[in-house]
């Protein structure tokens, strides 16, 4: 279920930025929620024309992430994966932090589906995917 959505200017991320980015974010969210299948997390590049982006009226270069995780973590865990996240984008883009922006927005696991499944409370990770045998996907629980 973690979505998380990469908005930078056009032409500034090469794909193979983006394959380690994406990589990167996947281990990050698995490491940050214990339990979270790899499979589960997505990571979307939207490349940003110039005049599409603007910061207080102004033009604006800022990479922007956004991800939308499901309820019920830690402000401990939230954190983490802002600062882990800033930080992977920083290394990657060598963009200043003051150039990046991550934001988490919550989403309760009962409105959200994957695999044709309602998602567990967090911490029932394992459990749910026993129970609904989805290691014949290939999806498994982080631990």
Same mark, same amino acid.
């Given at each position: 279920?973690?979505?998380?959505?990469?908005?930078?200017?056009?032409?500034?991320?090469?794909?193979?930025?983006?394959?380690?980015?994406?990589?990167?974010?996947?281990?990050?969210?698995?490491?940050?929620?214990?339990?979270?299948?790899?499979?589960?997390? +997505?990571?979307?590049?939207?490349?940003?024309?110039?005049?599409?982006?603007?910061?207080?009226?102004?033009?604006?270069?800022?990479?922007?992430?956004?991800?939308?995780?499901?309820?019920?973590?830690?402000?401990?865990?939230?954190?983490?994966?802002?600062?882990?996240?800033?930080?992977?984008? +920083?290394?990657?883009?060598?963009?200043?932090?003051?150039?990046?922006?991550?934001?988490?927005?919550?989403?309760?696991?009962?409105?959200?589906?994957?695999?044709?499944?309602?998602?567990?409370?967090?911490?029932?990770?394992?459990?749910?995917?026993?129970?609904?045998?989805?290691?014949?996907?290939?999806?498994?629980?982080?631990?």
């Amino acid at each position: 279920m973690p979505l998380y959505r990469v908005s930078a200017p056009a032409g500034s991320l090469t794909v193979e930025q983006k394959r380690q980015l994406s990589l990167a974010f996947t281990d990050i969210h698995c490491e940050c929620t214990s339990g979270t299948p790899r499979k589960f997390v +997505h990571v979307i590049f939207e490349d940003v024309p110039d005049g599409n982006a603007w910061t207080g009226g102004e033009p604006s270069t800022v990479t922007k992430v956004v991800g939308l995780i499901r309820s019920g973590r830690t402000r401990e865990t939230r954190q983490q994966l802002v600062i882990r996240f800033t930080e992977l984008m +920083h290394r990657t883009t060598g963009l200043a932090p003051a150039d990046i922006v991550v934001t988490l927005q919550e989403v309760r696991a009962e409105d959200s589906m994957e695999w044709g499944e309602f998602l567990p409370e967090d911490g029932h990770e394992s459990s749910w995917v026993a129970q609904h045998d989805l290691g014949r996907l290939g999806v498994h629980a982080t631990e």
